[in-house]
């Protein structure tokens, strides 16, 4: 299939036109060929993933977190020398979605961690420069789900936050929207402390790991919606 057909059924999906957003999302590294049979998926640009992504034989890498932020590229060097070069060497695409992956309904990282959870109600919560990007919905159980990192401690019928990634700062607002508990990947020692102040309850469950819910879901879909092979790659060092 056409690399082009692919960036625009997902351009279509995550509609990344409608986010202020400092990632510039979209299309970040281009390759000699236009043809693509399978396409990668992971969180993070790394030179890892897009070593483990060739590994695995595919053409497009699609990540959460890719290498172009505000005014783009300003040098290729370090970091960034290195994805770039190992994308290069292996002619492997580079896309990326940030916050749009974060807030889709369908695909996002959010919504996906809801369903996970099992929750109801589900609705949008948490403006991130203006974007709303996280979650709340009612428990539909009591009982502990082992999420990432940690475990999420659920009690049927209250109301719980989610909002995945570096989002410990709406553990306040979270407690101010009637949620019992609030999930997240990490915060910082300034969010945990502001969280008991406000006598939230914040639940750490791993940058990483919530940011695996999205590009899961997203491969999921492309493979149901178009004529290419998927995987996931973890873009961790093992």
């Known amino acids: 299939m056409r690399l082009a057909d692919i960036t625009a059924w997902l351009d279509r999906a995550l ?9 510039n999302n979209g299309l970040q590294i281009g390759r000699s060929g236009d043809e693509v049979l399978k396409v990668a998926f992971a969180v993070d640009a790394s030179a890892e993933a897009v070593r483990a992504a060739s590994a695995a034989g595919a053409e497009l890498l ?15 060097v370090d970091g960034e020398y290195a994805v770039v070069k190992a994308a290069m060497d292996a002619d492997i695409a580079l896309y990326a979605s940030h916050l749009p992956l974060d807030a889709n309904r369908k695909y996002g990282n959010n919504w996906e961690i809801a369903r996970f959870l099992k929750l109801r109600r589900i609705r949008p919560a948490f403006s991130y420069h203006g974007n709303v990007i996280g ?3 009612e428990a539909t159980r009591t009982a502990r789900v082992e999420l990432g990192t940690a475990a999420a401690p659920l009690v049927k019928g209250e109301t719980v936050g989610v909002c995945s990634g570096g989002a ?36 750490c469950c791993g940058h990483y790991e919530t940011e695996t819910f999205g590009v899961s879901a997203l491969a999921r879909a492309m493979a149901k919606d178009l004529d290419v092979k998927t995987v996931f790659v973890d873009s961790r060092r093992s």
């Open 15 to 23: 509609m990344p036109e409608t986010f202020d957003d400092v990632s």
């Open 62 to 76: 699609v990540v959460h977190h890719g290498i172009s932020w505000g005014g783009g590229i300003r040098r290729i």
């Open 135 to 137: 979650v709340v919905g």
């Open 168 to 203: 410990g700062e709406f553990a306040a607002e979270a407690k101010s929207l009637g949620c019992r508990l609030y999930v997240t990947g990490e915060a910082s020692w300034g969010d945990v402390i502001a969280a008991q102040n406000a006598g939230a309850s914040l639940v």
